[in-house]
């Protein structure tokens, strides 16, 4: 009775053994499948960051695979970049960010142009991608940044307090612009001399801007 008490312990024991044993090479099994499948893929930190370069467009390069390029990734609004240079002293750097905001988010900056201050400035747009590129990249209504606020002139509100007439706006070497929708006219920096009696354009009246 004694053995055979003995003998069944030592069944169960080796079974145990064979137990971990075998759960231990199933573990070490798939935990190497799992790093090579890892290995064999890139990381979902990668694929995010990762941008097409669709290369450089312009007159010296006429190749429309570079513009279909970028005007593809527009569509689906997937990180690309391209050059645009319309010269050695006219060159933009334009890049697609990706999708932010129910828009496409996307940055542009100079990286050469006749005026030094524009270079380096990045000005950011959120557009429709619904659009074609060409037709989204023109509208800067939803557009920031130091570039844009370069590109984009503010303008003043109207001064209506005073009124100059058109010959004292023109002694006084101002210029005679309609006041816009918004009720500003003349750009910051100007001085906006009063309106002129007797001039309008749909409806609004028009300043002496100096």
């Known amino acids: 009775m004694r053995q055979k008490g003995i003998s069944s312990i030592a069944i169960i024991i080796l079974i145990v053994i064979l137990v971990l044993v075998i759960g231990g090479l199933i573990f070490i099994f798939s935990k190497n499948k799992t790093a090579k499948e890892k290995q064999g893929q890139p990381s979902s930190q990668d694929q995010k960051t990762s941008i097409v370069d669709c290369g450089e467009a312009g ?3 006429p190749d429309k695979s570079v513009m279909n390029c970028i005007e593809e990734k527009f569509k689906e609004c997937q990180p690309a970049t391209v050059v645009i240079s319309l010269g050695p002293d006219l060159i ?3 890049e697609i960010i990706g999708p932010a905001n129910n828009s496409c988010s996307t940055k542009g900056k100079f990286i050469s142009n006749p005026n030094p201050e524009w270079i380096g400035k ?3 747009c959120q557009l429709d991608n ?12 939803k557009c920031e940044g130091d570039l844009y606020n370069l590109m984009v002139p503010k303008f003043i509100p109207a001064n209506t307090t005073k009124t100059i007439d058109f010959a004292e706006c023109a002694n006084q070497r101002g210029v005679s612009t309609i006041a816009r929708e918004d009720g500003t006219v003349c750009r910051e920096g100007q001085i906006d001399l009063g309106s002129i009696p007797g001039i309008t354009g749909n ?8």
Do not use: T
């Not at 619904?130 to 209504?141: N, T």
């Open 92 to 94: 933009y750097y334009y």
């Open 130 to 141: 619904k659009k074609d590129f060409d037709e989204a990249v023109a509208d800067l209504s």
């Open 59 to 61: 007159p010296q390069n």
């Open 203 to 210: 409806g609004r009246p028009a300043q002496c801007c100096k």
């Open 122 to 124: 990045e000005m950011v």
